[in-house]
């Protein structure tokens, strides 16, 4: 596979459910993201990592917990979400947080019921 | 903060012929990039076009060019001999340059439609 990869696609949970959505770059990056895309608002970024080492943390609530294991692979891992939560979750890598271009994956398209 | 403004959130236009797509931001910095992202109904979103504040000529990628007004902060997007396949979202988006700076900061977006 080539770019960056995420799994699910589309995932249904319930809000005492707890669920990882993963991400994987096959580009070299050393930078990757995590943004919330809802309907009729701005990406927001959520989190930043680079070289494995969390650079950013928007207020995100902590029922997102972020894991980077090494440079190719993101997880958000997902617990007790709100309805409010149900987005698409994109994922994006750059070969360095200074970089200009962001490489995204295709997204996760989660619902909270 | 910085932020960027789309005012178009759907646009259309008839295949073959031009569109222009509107942005415009607010900051303080003199140094910034200026994206178009364009994320297609598959989702994945792609780097367009990109334009360096400190270069006054405007960046252009075969039918994609952009209008930069550093003046006024006004970034628009044109596209030309427009195709079926450009139909998607665009995003307008905006990074400071420097250490520290690893925010991009995006619009809400414009939802293109071609017409046939």
């Known amino acids: 596979e080539t770019g960056v990869t995420q799994t699910p696609r589309h995932l249904v949970m319930g809000m005492t459910n707890k669920k990882s959505l993963k991400c994987e770059q096959h580009l070299g990056h050393n930078a990757m993201y995590w943004y919330k895309q809802s309907a009729k608002k701005p990406l927001e970024l959520m989190f930043v990592?680079?070289?494995?080492?969390?650079?950013e943390n928007n207020s995100v609530p902590s029922r997102f917990s972020p894991e980077c294991p090494n440079s190719s692979h993101l997880f958000l891992h997902l617990h007790t979400l709100q309805p409010e939560d149900s987005a698409l979750y994109l994922c994006?890598?750059?070969?360095?947080?200074?970089?200009?271009?962001?490489?995204f994956g295709p997204g996760t398209r989660l619902t909270v019921l | 903060a910085q932020t960027v403004t789309q005012s178009q959130p759907e646009m259309s236009v008839q295949e073959a012929e031009t569109v222009t797509l509107s942005c415009t931001y607010d900051?303080?910095?003199?140094?910034?990039?200026l994206f178009w992202y364009k994320q297609p109904p598959s989702r994945q979103m792609i780097l367009v076009i990109r334009?360096?504040?400190?270069?006054?000529q405007n960046a252009t990628e075969n039918r994609f060019s952009v209008n930069f007004q550093k003046a006024a902060k006004s970034f628009s997007l044109k596209i030309s001999d427009s195709q079926l396949g450009d139909a998607a979202m665009y995003f307008c988006?905006?990074?400071?340059?420097?250490?520290?700076?690893?925010?991009?900061?995006f619009g809400k977006g414009t939802k293109l439609s071609v017409i046939p």
């Open positions: 334009q360096e504040a400190y270069k006054q």
């Open positions: 994006a890598s750059s070969q360095s947080v200074l970089a200009n271009e962001q490489f």
């Open positions: 988006a905006y990074r400071v340059t420097g250490a520290g700076s690893y925010q991009l900061t």
């Open positions: 990592y680079n070289f494995k080492e969390q650079t």
């Open positions: 900051t303080s910095e003199s140094d910034y990039y």
